[in-house]
């Protein structure tokens, strides 16, 4: 490699003490500067040689209908959801169950943990179930301790349950506030500790994390939820990129970011261009998703295409764009205020 530097010198020359300004150009070929380069397109030019390998092998894959797809089997597995009790959850939960998984239902609603449960038991499946708040550290890792020690090792955690208040900022309580970054980010920490090192031990495990497409864009009324939802996101990929990096190759993780879902979770909300998403389409296609082993999952698709919008576009065109045309804002003003349960 060469490298030039430029350096000014001052010297007092022995004949008329003039101050002699010097200009130094010089060019250093170092060995070790050489090789440095040629790692460097070694690593460029093989990572050029895969991309067109992952382009082409993504293509084949995306082309190819799930029917005739080899799909990861779930049968036996251990898999714990969470939020079992709501839309998601509980479609997640027959679903899985029809697949030949043991699952694990956690939930903080009685009423609703019990009305999967006997949809599953109705069925013929077993379902372990547990009454946790995930709000509350203690409760999840003793969930946790119980669920290893009556079911055994867990397969995979689905971080499924999340809550909105649906308030403005300055409407929003300090206790709301801490209750989504509780229930909608922090539990991940404390799930993930706690059943990743057996998934670890046994190298196999698969860590599914809920976000929201609002986890991808800021939405009016969700400073508290979208901030979780980005929280998820970069929690996804550190944790992804920790498992690489340390080698844990079978252990999977996959993001899902969906778009409104007809759960009741944003009860009164009609977006304009999109209709809500079904709940049962949701659990279908996470589904698929987990089973491919995919890192990302976006739904409906067509919403990955219009984000890198937001980085490309001006922030006026964005705005005009989300306000006149989509009407983001205006169709969240109708959301139905939930009880303060925080
Ligand atoms: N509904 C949507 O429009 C939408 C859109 C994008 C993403 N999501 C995300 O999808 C996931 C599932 O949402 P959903 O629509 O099924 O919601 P939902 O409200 O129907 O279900 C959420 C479940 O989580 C449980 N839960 C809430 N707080 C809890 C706590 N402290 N401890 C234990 N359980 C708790 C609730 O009891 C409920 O059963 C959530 O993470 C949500 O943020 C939802």
């Known amino acids: ?29 170092t060995p070790s500067q050489m090789s440095r380069v040629f790692d460097i397109a070694k690593d460029t030019v093989l990572f050029l040689l895969l991309s067109c390998y992952y382009i082409l092998e993504s293509l084949f894959w995306t082309l190819m209908p799930n029917a005739i797809r080899p799909m990861k089997n779930l049968k036996g597995d251990v898999v714990v959801v969470t939020g079992a009790g709501g839309g998601v959850g509980r479609h997640l939960s027959i679903k899985l169950a029809r697949l030949g998984a043991k699952v694990v239902a956690w939930d903080i609603n009685k009423e609703a943990l019990q009305k999967t ?10 379902v372990a179930s547990y009454i946790v708040d995930l709000a509350d550290r203690a409760s999840v890792y003793n969930t946790a301790e119980k669920v290893k020690k009556e079911v055994g090792k867990v397969d995979m955690l689905i971080n499924n349950a999340g809550t909105v208040f649906g308030e403005t900022l300055l409407e929003l309580s300090d206790a709301a506030i801490e209750t989504t970054y509780k229930v909608n980010i922090l539990s991940h920490y404390w799930t993930v500790k706690a059943f990743l090192p057996d998934m670890i031990k046994s190298g196999k495990g698969h860590i599914v994390t809920v976000g929201s497409v609002a986890g991808l864009l800021g939405t009016y009324r969700c400073t508290d939820y979208s901030a979780t939802k980005f ?9 992804f990129t920790e498992l690489r990096a340390h ?13 409104y879902i007809n759960t009741g979770m944003f009860d009164g909300v009609s977006p304009r261009l999109m209709p809500m998403l079904e709940p049962d389409y949701v659990a279908e296609t996470m589904i698929d998703s987990i089973r491919k082993n995919e890192v990302n999952c976006v739904m409906p698709g067509s919403v990955r295409y219009l984000l890198p919008l937001k980085c490309l576009l001006p922030a006026k065109m964005c705005w005009d764009l989300m306000h006149r045309v989509m009407k983001g804002p205006q169709s969240m003003m109708d959301l139905k205020k939930k009880p303060n349960l925080a």
Do not use: Q, W
């Open 231 to 239: 929280a998820t996101v970069g929690f996804h990929e550190s944790l």
């Open 117 to 126: 449960c006997t949809t599953l038991t109705d069925e013929g499946y077993e």
């Open 247 to 259: 080698g844990h190759n079978t252990i999977y993780a996959t993001l899902v970011c969906p778009y």
């Open 1 to 29: 490699m060469s490298m030039s530097s430029d350096r000014f010198a001052f010297s007092a020359n022995s004949g008329d003490d003039l101050l002699v300004i010097m200009l130094e150009s010089t060019k250093i070929h």
